[in-house]
C-alpha cells in the first residue's frame, strides 16, 4: 500500500505541471478538489447522518487542511518550482508530523528527531537559494515558492494527526469522501464563480487534454490515494504513514527528468541533506514503535 501511494502521489506533481501549461494554479487546485470530491460523493452522502457534530468539524478540518489548501498550495508553488524540487520538499511531511503531534497532541520529539528536523530544513533552504537555475544567488537564484510546499507539510502534518487521535472510530473511506465532500461547495463556488475555467474548457486549444490530467490527479492521486493513506495512518503510527515521503521524491523526480527538467549539482545536495534529514529524524520513532 505504500508503495502504490508513493507512486500515484509521486507522479501528482508532473500532472500538475501539465495542467498549468492551460489553467491557473487556483483553477487546478480547486478542480482537483471537485473531481476527487465527485467520485466520492455516492460514498459519502449516506454516512453524513451517522455522524456528530464532533466528528464532522474533525471531518471539515481534514478536508480543508488535508486536502483543500495543499492542492493551491502546490498548483501555486509549480509555477516557478519544478516539479522534482516540489516532490523533494514535500518530503518535510513525517518531520512535520512530529513537530505538529508533539506541540498539540502531546508526543514527544527525541533529540535525533531534532537532529533530523534541522538537517531536513537545511536541505530546503539550500534548495530555495538554489531555485530553478542551480546557482546560489540571494538576489537572482532565490525561490521563496519552495515554501508553499513546506506550508503544505505542514498542512499534512496537522491532517495525520488529527486523523490518527481524533477520529479513529471512523473508516477510512468515510474519511475520505466526507471531508471531500464539505470542501466541495468552497472549490465549486471558486471554480465556476471566481475563475475562467469553463471559459478556457470551451475556447482554448489543449483545455481539454490539460483538464484530463486534472481529473485524473482528483480522481486517483487524491481520491484513490487519500483512502489508502488513510487505510495506512489507521493501521500504523502517524510517523511511519507519512514516511510515503521517502519514495515520492524519487517518483517525482523520475518523472521531472523524463519531462526535461534539469537538476544542477546544489540541488543533488539539498535534495540528498532532505532525505538523510528525514531519515535520521524519523528512525528512532520507527524502532520504538
Not at 84 to 93: E, P
Not at 260 to 285: D, M, Q, S
Amino acid at each position: 500500500m505504500l508503495l502504490l501511494l508513493a507512486l500515484v502521489w509521486g507522479s501528482s506533481f508532473i500532472l500538475i505541471k501539465k495542467a498549468l501549461v492551460v489553467f491557473s494554479p487556483g483553477e487546478v487546485g480547486a478542480f482537483r478538489i471537485v473531481t476527487a470530491a465527485l467520485v466520492l460523493l455516492p460514498l459519502g452522502i449516506p454516512k453524513v447522518k451517522l455522524l456528530n457534530r464532533r466528528q464532522m468539524t474533525y471531518l471539515f478540518c481534514i478536508g480543508f487542511l488535508g486536502s483543500f489548501i495543499p492542492a493551491f498550495l502546490f498548483a501555486t508553488a509549480q509555477t516557478q518550482l519544478s516539479s522534482s524540487l516540489a516532490g523533494v520538499i514535500n518530503a518535510l511531511t513525517p518531520l512535520m508530523v512530529m513537530v505538529i503531534g508533539a506541540l498539540l497532541f502531546k508526543t514527544k520529539i527525541s533529540r535525533q528527531n531534532a537532529i533530523g528536523l534541522v538537517i531536513a530544513l537545511m536541505g530546503v533552504c539550500l534548495l530555495v537559494l538554489a531555485g530553478n537555475s542551480g546557482k546560489l544567488d540571494v538576489f537572482s537564484g532565490l525561490n521563496l515558492y519552495g515554501l508553499l510546499i513546506v506550508l503544505a507539510s505542514i498542512c499534512y502534518g496537522f491532517n495525520v494527526n488529527i486523523i490518527k487521535f481524533k477520529i479513529k472510530e471512523i473508516n477510512p473511506t468515510m474519511i475520505t469522501a466526507i471531508s471531500l465532500m464539505m470542501v466541495l461547495p468552497i472549490a465549486s463556488l471558486y471554480l465556476f464563480g471566481f475563475t475562467s475555467f469553463s471559459f478556457k474548457l470551451v475556447h482554448v486549444e489543449g483545455a481539454w487534454l490539460a483538464a484530463g490530467y486534472i481529473t485524473f490527479l482528483g480522481a486517483v492521486g487524491t481520491a484513490l490515494a487519500l483512502i489508502l493513506f488513510n487505510s495506512i495512518v489507521k493501521l500504523v503510527t502517524p510517523v511511519f504513514a507519512s514516511s510515503v515521503t521517502y519514495i515520492i521524491p524519487l517518483v517525482a523526480i523520475f518523472w521531472g527528468v523524463l519531462d526535461g527538467e534539469t537538476l544542477f549539482p546544489f540541488h543533488y545536495l539539498g535534495i540528498f541533506a532532505v532525505v538523510v534529514g528525514v531519515w535520521i529524524g524519523n528512525r528512532k520513532a520507527k524502532a520504538t514503535e
